[in-house]
């Protein structure tokens, strides 16, 4: 990579690999990847190798100008261009062989000037090293060139890489660096350890929103972005006590899952978000719960809309029906339900969820919510999620939330809350395996499920 920031030059080097042809999921690759025709050429969507050069590499040049100009409507919200900084999904430019072996390695060697920074979705295998290892996946994932803020550090077993795609005052970049880490330290209190030791977080500064996150995403594929829109206007305060970054690391707990079953995954994040706020300090244990009941009110009001339609029809057609609501928190309440019916037997979703965590990682292929539930029910060591997933597929009522919550001591009269003492419900938002600040072990806690 040179100053200019106009290509990104590119050598893909096999070693004991033969493959025919590169390929992305990128479609109108041939718009801005440019080869020599000395090389290879296009063959569909897909370069077809014609030869390698002296050290057995297939040069090619990514025409960053071509794919702004391509581009320039649809890449505007998600992407991020101008003549500094190039925030572009990692598919774009990182070109892969068709064919290859299940043992064969992939790396990515950096070479760039000094004063052009780099933001990747995954670690480098050496500290300050420029070889990244990582799993040949589509990615979904972005990666940032350019010149830019960026604040790489590592802190117990986590590296953080927290890059700036619109420049902020020193003052807030040291404040958002801190709302990522406690957001972090907050979720590390399900299981004691933080579920990947490398976080790649885009922070990318908007002119409009109510709120300090309004929107953010997670990425993945052989790695994982975690995108944070942001207004950083706001006082530190209102980052800290906003529910999003608590939400979006709390999807980490889990692998990638089947959008179709949206409830699973929006349902953790949901169920989690209040609960790891209040085990880290940011909240108390009733100011928890009353948001975790307004969570579950906005629900149940949105619920209305598709009444009578089952869960599985309406986390497959989330949006279509506008029906985010229902899906999020009826999935928190499926959880809920599972994490009070393991804690009757002295078990926890946390344990389950640690335990989980030896052999799945968030980075790791897709997952089916059957799929998911059949995982979880060999590590509870009876049938609890095959059952309550497969219901929940045919789920046309919302959850009968005023029964749970008498359960952990709650009593709701209408728009009323009334608090009995509850040892359950003190459990939930007690962090059980580590103290609340560590942000993760080189070894994980042993955990008898
Ligand atoms: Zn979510």
């Known amino acids: 990579m040179d100053t200019s920031l106009e290509v990104l030059n590119l050598s893909v080097c096999f070693k004991n690999v ?23 050429h296009w063959d569909n969507n897909k ?54 072996n299940d043992d064969t390695e992939f790396a990515l060697w950096l070479k760039k000037p000094t004063n052009i920074n780099v933001s990747l979705p995954w670690a480098p295998s050496t500290e300050n090293g420029r070889i990244y290892p990582f799993k040949p996946e589509y990615f979904l994932t972005k990666s940032v060139f350019g010149r830019f803020q960026q604040n790489k550090f590592k802190k117990g077993s986590i590296l953080f890489d927290i890059s700036f795609t619109n420049k902020v005052d020193d003052v807030k970049r040291k404040q958002l660096v801190h709302w990522i880490e406690n957001a972090v330290a907050a979720v590390s209190t399900v299981h004691g350890k933080f579920p990947t030791n490398y976080v790649q977080v885009l922070l990318t500064p908007i002119s409009q929103g109510s709120e300090a996150a309004p929107y953010a995403h997670v990425l993945r594929g052989g790695g994982i972005s ?34 179709k079953d949206a409830w699973v995954s929006e349902g953790i994040a949901s169920y989690y978000q209040y609960l790891v706020m209040a085990r880290h300090g940011v909240v108390s244990e009733e100011q928890a719960f ?17 009444s009578g339609r089952p869960l599985s029809e309406v986390s497959k057609n989330v ?9 999020y928190w009826t999935g928190a309440l499926l959880w809920f339900q599972a994490d009070l019916i393991l804690r009757k037997s002295g078990n926890s979703l946390d ?24 995982v979880l029910d060999d590590i509870v060591g009876y049938p609890l999620f095959v059952p309550l997933f497969s219901q929940a597929q045919d789920l046309t009522a919302y959850p009968d939330y005023r029964e749970l919550f008498n359960r952990i001591g709650i009593q709701i009269k209408g728009n009323e809350l009334s608090f009995a003492p509850s040892k359950l419900r003190k459990a939930l938002v007690t962090p059980v395996l580590e103290s609340p600040l560590q942000m993760g072990n080189t070894e994980r806690p042993s955990i008898q499920p």
Not at 290 to 303: L, T
Not at 319 to 327: C, D, F, K, P
Not at 351 to 374: G, I, Q
Request: charged share 30%.
């Open 226 to 259: 975690i995108q944070f829109f942001i207004m950083p206007e706001h006082p530190i305060k209102n980052f800290i006590e906003d529910w999003t970054a608590y939400h979006e690391f709390s999807h980490l707990l889990l692998p990638f899952i089947d959008l």
């Open 47 to 100: 370069i077809r190798i014609k030869k390698l050069d002296k050290s057995g590499c297939l040069p090619y040049r990514v025409d960053l100008l071509a794919f702004q100009k391509q581009n320039k409507r649809s890449t505007q919200r998600w992407s991020k261009i101008s003549k500094d900084i190039f925030l572009l999904p990692t598919s774009l430019w990182l070109w892969l062989p068709t064919h290859y």
């Open 290 to 306: 009353r948001r975790f009941w307004g969570g579950i009110k906005r629900g149940f009001d949105n619920y209305h809309r598709t």
């Open 18 to 40: 033969r493959s025919k042809h590169l390929e992305s999921n990128v479609r109108n690759g041939r718009k801005f990847i440019r080869i020599h025709p000395r090389f290879g």
């Open 351 to 374: 344990k389950v969820l640690a335990e989980f965590a030896r052999k799945h990682h968030p980075e790791d292929d897709t997952m089916s919510a059957r799929e998911l539930s059949k």
């Open 319 to 327: 949006r279509r029906y506008g029906a985010h609501r229902r899906v």
